[in-house]
């Protein structure tokens, strides 16, 4: 959106209004429209709307929103999501952040190795992740049971209800540690280095760099890497699409509100709730993002 | 959010699938809806066929792909294009995709029993008494020609059954000296000799299945969906459902079950290294065996399923699917010429020595076929006891007219008396309300 804001104001101070400048962001429109705007508005407008097997279609107006704000499965996977979000995001940022700064510290034997092997699990696909981490998990015939076997114990089954949420998060760490991690790394890399030498000459050590010299500089990178994750939390999806299989029981159709949706849409031919929920659970995201992004750079 | 918007998108099509291409509330008129009233006969079929033409076929059924070869040898002109849009849910999500759109959408379909009256109510199937498929009752055992009939209507003509039968591996049960079970009490009584015996063995494995569920209830006499064109009602309290509640609560509660979901690789591979020792399940799944669990090969054995009340003969179906025409095909009469090859005509023969089970009483009745001896039971006549099967289905099942939806959420419901202590009670009753819910809002009056 940015663009045509820019472009435009030479063309007002004219007396005859020119289009000089909507030749040039209009291609960009244009398809913005078409993939951005257009998918959104569509959305929206499937939402108004309820079709049903029996009645056929008929315009509702907000009916499918009041219906998914008094809906306790709904809710209860925004809570789930909520709670996972809650934990696993700092967890895993704190732990990628330790990474950054050790391979930042210069002191790291094998930097380079380092940095590739946990970089590496972000580039195996996620559906693969999921599948590979449900065979770890199988207590029957995984790893989970091959251990019980070989060393007479039982270990807690990952894929239980109560447990399943933590084993997912596992995984979305494992998976995404590496990613944040070169966020904060590249971020650590354009701090020039004669902070640090004068850092030296007043005495600092090492933790109280950090403190003052590489936290508040790359204080940008870990606001954005933040906001992705929460959008990452709130569209959970793969990792319990794929777990379900083997864990049908622990995981609900209503699991997270993105296997929600997916589930009204292709188990119930519910697809105009699904988009009311989509556009709710995409309000939600953009007010806990946009919070986050405000208090993230206040003082910035 | 781009991901929700995807979905939405991607699936915008199948919005309007089932009551976009009907709307109206007549369902339940007899006559049909097809053709403008218009019958077509066997002539015209049969000139359709010397014609020829293109026939887009969507099934996963793998004996199809040999039907089609011999078909377009005897009908030249033809050209049948077979494809594999899926099994399952993938291909029913595909189909209203495709009729939503109103393009892409195939001739001729395979559709589950359970879910055809869904498709049959959304008027997305051709009603098929218009081209006299009526008189094809005779040929078809009663279990599946019932289960193609929906409000009046023919809307399909069956291609395979699934009468049950129960699969056990003789060398565990000889191992252990278990006796077959001949009802599911002496069933329950094995799972815990077994379990005993061996703590790694299981009688089977369950974690939460809706069509066992439902196989199992329909064999036990019950009867919880009653569907009268759109009133519905779904009751899991009647007498056969708690018969099944009984016995399968106590197999859930005494840790009886390996908590292996079925078509798994661990279900194969606990078929074949004898931790799970019995399969109930539909008279389609010896081709299963042998491509899936070669390891068992020589080990199990067919037999009747258990019984609800000692000495009785009650059987159920699991499984099996139809062919359809598409209300929104092209060439339909070309089609029923296919469908009718394929489910009625030679088409049977290329299907069952392909391994299929037929839906057809003749070749039920064939003594060659009955005498099929099975490599994979060490030699039994398996088909025997398949065939009993069939002629002992219980009458009178039917199941909800958006049953797809209501098997999707099973596991929600049902599936947490495996995991939780919740009851397989509480469990079917909250499937119960879970359903009704669905359903009324869906349209149809659900009590």
Known sequence: ?300 | MSRFIKVAAAASAAVLALAACGGGGDDSSSTGSSGGGATVTDAQVEAALQKGGTLTVWAWEPTLKDVVTKFQQKYPTVKVDLVNAGTGDKQYTALQNAIAAGKGVPDVGQIEYYALPQFAIGKALTDLNSYGAEALKADFNPGPWNSVNSGGGVYGLPMDSGPMALFYNKEVFDKHKIEVPKTWTEYLEAARKLHKADPKAYITNDTGDAGLTTSLIWQAGGKPYQVDGTNVTINFNDAGSQEFVKVWQTLISEKLLAPISSWSDQWFQGMGNGSIATVATGAWMPANFVTSAPAGKGKWRAAELPQWTAGANASAENGGSALSIMEKGANKELAYGFLKYANDGDGVQVRVDGGAFPATSKTLADPKWLGDEFEYFGGQKANEIFAKSAQNVVTGWSYLPFQVYSNSVFNDTVGKAYVSNTTLADGLKAWQDQSAKYGNEQGFTVK
């Open chain 1, 1 to 300: 959106m940015a663009v045509p804001l820019a472009a435009a104001p030479p063309a007002t101070r004219r007396a005859r209004r020119s289009y000089r400048g909507w030749q040039f962001v209009g291609p960009f429109m244009i398809v913005f429209a078409l993939v951005f705007l257009a998918p959104i508005v569509y959305a929206i407008y499937l939402s108004l709307y309820r079709n049903r097997l029996i009645g056929g279609n008929a315009f509702v107006g907000l009916d499918n929103y009041t219906q998914a704000l008094q809906d306790p499965q709904f809710w209860s996977g925004v809570g789930r999501v909520g709670l996972f979000l809650v934990v696993q995001v700092p967890i895993m940022l704190f732990l990628a952040l330790l990474v950054a700064l050790a391979l930042d510290s210069g002191r790291l034997y094998g930097k380079s190795f380092f940095r590739v092997s946990i970089f590496l699990p972000y580039a195996v696909p996620a559906v693969v992740a999921a599948l590979m981490w449900g065979f770890i998990y199988g207590s029957q015939f995984g790893l989970i049971g091959n251990l019980n076997d070989a060393l007479g114990i039982t270990l807690p089954d990952p894929l239980k209800p109560s447990l399943i949420l933590a084993s997912i998060g596992n995984i979305t760490t494992w998976t995404f540690v590496g990613y944040n991690m070169l966020i904060f790394y590249s971020a650590l890399q354009v701090v020039p280095k004669s902070l640090y030498e004068s850092a030296a000459i007043d005495g600092a050590g090492q933790v109280r760099i950090i403190r003052s010299i590489k936290l508040p500089a790359i204080r940008g990178a870990l606001v954005i890497a933040t906001i992705f994750s929460i959008i990452g939390s709130f569209q959970l999806f793969n990792e319990p699409a794929i777990l379900r299989n083997l864990a049908p029981n622990a995981i609900t159709t209503y699991f997270t509100p993105n296997f929600y949706a997916y589930s009204l849409t292709f188990s119930g031919q519910q697809i105009n709730y699904s988009a009311a929920i989509a556009v709710v659970m995409a309000v939600i995201t953009m007010i806990v993002a946009y919070v986050v992004q405000l208090r993230g750079t206040k003082d910035l």
